[in-house]
Structure formats: structure tokens, C-alpha cells
């Protein structure tokens, strides 16, 4: 079973076009978090939210906790945005999916 | 800034041989985990320990034992590997509760 689902699996975009990866989680959460990934395997953290809608630079995390479902937007694509793109949530443990991996093609 | 820091970055094994994967954190946080990630699959939580001198299992925690040496390092030891084991390994920390994760870079393991 998968807690946490997320989609497309796998996206390729023009540069400057505008991205959504969506993530569903079925259990209950304290925080949603959105991590990147890049080729070379580091991942880092892009956003944490329990609530509502961050912003920073061209990305957009939002999330509706009564539908347990959250997005993350990249306006304004960049080939340097290609990465696998991991939503991750703090249930009574961290629950990964398993990644959408974007390519933003010059 | 080191952040969480893993050792070593590549390494391959023959079945059977043992070893440690090394992690240590230089931010203070309470918490650490091991992670492993293999295609199409989510990162798999295999030991995590809540705070200094506590380790508990995770999803995947056959074949692997942690030592929580002190508040700074976790280790993730083989005692026998296998072939199932080949897989990329990620330490993590946080200062604890509902806060986000910092990863290290990663270990690339091959076992033969």
C-alpha cells in the first residue's frame, strides 16, 4: 500500500511553461513536506506546510488537508529545474512517494 | 557548512562482507535516519534514532543494525551483505517534531 501517491510519474515540459506535480497521502499528517532531488542523487528540502500555500521564487506548494492533497507549481520552467520532485509526509512516521521526475527541455 | 555528511560516497561489496556506512550532523538536531532508495520505489526508512541512545526498526530493517555513537553520528552497519541490499542509502537528521529533514548525499552501494 501506498501511503503517499504522486503524479505524473514522469513530466517533460518546453522551457518557460508552466508545471504541476500533484501528491495525494492517505494517512494523517502534521506536515507535508516537497523535496528535489537532482541527476548526482542530493535531495534537498523546498517547502514544509501544514496549511494553505508557500511561495518561494518560481515555485508554489499548496496544500487542502480536508482533501489530503497537494500541489507544487513551477512557473515559468527552467532547464535547471529538471529533477525528481518528492513529496514527502510526517504521519506517525515520514511516508515518501515515489518521485516525479521532470525534464525541462531548453 | 557541512550539514550531514556520509561516508563513504561509492562502494562495492562482495556477498557475504560486512561493513559500516558512516553519518554524522553538525547541526544539533535530536533525530537521524537511514534511508534506502531504489527505482521506482519511495525512500524505505530502515532504522531511525528519536533522540541520543534510542534506535528503533523501520519499515525495512532486516539485514541492517545502527549505533547512535553520540549525539553527532549515526552508523548503518552490514553485518552480511547481500545482493538485495545494492541500493542507494541516505542518512537524514532534524531537530525533531513536524520540522523538515536534511539529507546527506548519499552512499552508492553494489553488492556483488
Known amino acids: 500500500k501506498n501511503e503517499v501517491e504522486q503524479s505524473p510519474q514522469n513530466l517533460t515540459a518546453q522551457e518557460g511553461e508552466f508545471i504541476t506535480i500533484n501528491c495525494s497521502y492517505s494517512?494523517?499528517?502534521?506536515?507535508l513536506h516537497w523535496l528535489q532531488q537532482h541527476p548526482g542523487g542530493g535531495i534537498v528540502s523546498l517547502f514544509m506546510?501544514?496549511?494553505g500555500k508557500k511561495k518561494h521564487g518560481r515555485l508554489i506548494a499548496t496544500i487542502n488537508i480536508q482533501e489530503k492533497h497537494s500541489s507544487l507549481h513551477i512557473t515559468a520552467s527552467h532547464p535547471r529545474d529538471s529533477a525528481v520532485y518528492i513529496c514527502?509526509?510526517?504521519?506517525?512516521?515520514?511516508?515518501f512517494g515515489t518521485g516525479t521526475s521532470l525534464t525541462v527541455i531548453p | 557548512n557541512a550539514g550531514v555528511t556520509q561516508t563513504p560516497k561509492f562502494q562495492v561489496l562482495k556477498t557475504g562482507q560486512s561493513m559500516t556506512l558512516q553519518c554524522a550532523q553538525d547541526m544539533n538536531h535530536n533525530s537521524m535516519y537511514w534511508y534506502r532508495q531504489d527505482p521506482g520505489m519511495g525512500l524505505r526508512l530502515i532504522y531511525y534514532s528519536a533522540s541520543e541512545g534510542t534506535t528503533d526498526k523501520g519499515e525495512v530493517p532486516n539485514g541492517y543494525n545502527v549505533s547512535r555513537l553520540n549525539k553527532r553520528e549515526f552508523s548503518l552497519r552490514l553485518e552480511s551483505a547481500a545482493p538485495s541490499q545494492t541500493s542507494v542509502y541516505f542518512c537524514?537528521?532534524?531537530?525533531?517534531?513536524?520540522?523538515?529533514?536534511?539529507f546527506g548525499d548519499g552512499t552508492r552501494l553494489s553488492i556483488l
Open positions: 514527502a509526509v510526517n504521519g506517525n512516521q515520514f511516508y
Open positions: 537524514a537528521s532534524k531537530v525533531g517534531g513536524g520540522q523538515p529533514q536534511h
Open positions: 506546510l501544514s496549511s
Open positions: 494517512v494523517g499528517i502534521s506536515a
